[in-house]
């Protein structure tokens, strides 16, 4: 019996900056291999390049721990920044006031996918499909909406 073996492995991180700001970083190095997206992030001028180059040299090593993955095998699959909590405090001002700071803080998940598994496992299951199976039996939907069909205007 075969087992069906993991091929991506994430990477969860908590910082302290806008999610506006991280955004602009990790749009950047999407779709990417490990070792181009490590050295995109060390010439990066931007704040957030630091902690995402970290979150980043992290997934790799889970990849490399968990999975025995070679690193030039992995690519970033996925990664997203989420805002977080802000921290509020405030500031004493003058005449006995107080100015609201809000901190802002993100959450940041990095996915790296290792290529060389999800080859191995694409064709031990194609071995194991009957091959009617193999047909694309996929359906296409069509909206009306946006697709320029029929549309009244009142």
């Keep these: 019996m075969l087992k069906k073996r993991k091929t991506e492995v994430h990477a969860l ?3 302290s900056m806008s999610a506006h700001k991280a955004r602009r970083v990790i749009d950047q190095i999407r779709g990417r291999s490990y070792e181009e997206t490590l050295m995109i992030l060390e010439v990066m001028p931007y704040q957030a390049s630091c902690p995402i180059l970290k979150m980043v040299f ?3 090593a889970n ?3 968990t999975m025995g993955s070679n690193k030039t095998n992995l690519i970033i699959s996925k990664a997203e920044v989420n805002e977080g909590t ?3 405090k405030f500031k004493p001002r003058a005449r006995g006031r107080s100015y609201p700071i809000k901190r ?3 959450h940041i998940s990095i996915v790296v996918k290792d290529i060389s598994l999800d080859e191995y496992i694409e064709t031990i ?3 194991k499909k009957p ?3 193999n047909k694309d039996t996929s359906r296409i939907y069509h909206n009306l909406d946006s697709s320029g069909g029929v549309w009244d205007k009142k």
């Design 86 to 88: 802000a921290v509020k």
């Design 58 to 60: 992290y997934a790799g």
């Design 63 to 65: 990849a490399s721990y």
């Design 125 to 127: 299951t194609w071995l």
């Design 131 to 133: 091959r009617w199976k």
């Design 13 to 15: 991180g908590h910082i």
């Design 104 to 106: 802002p803080t993100c």
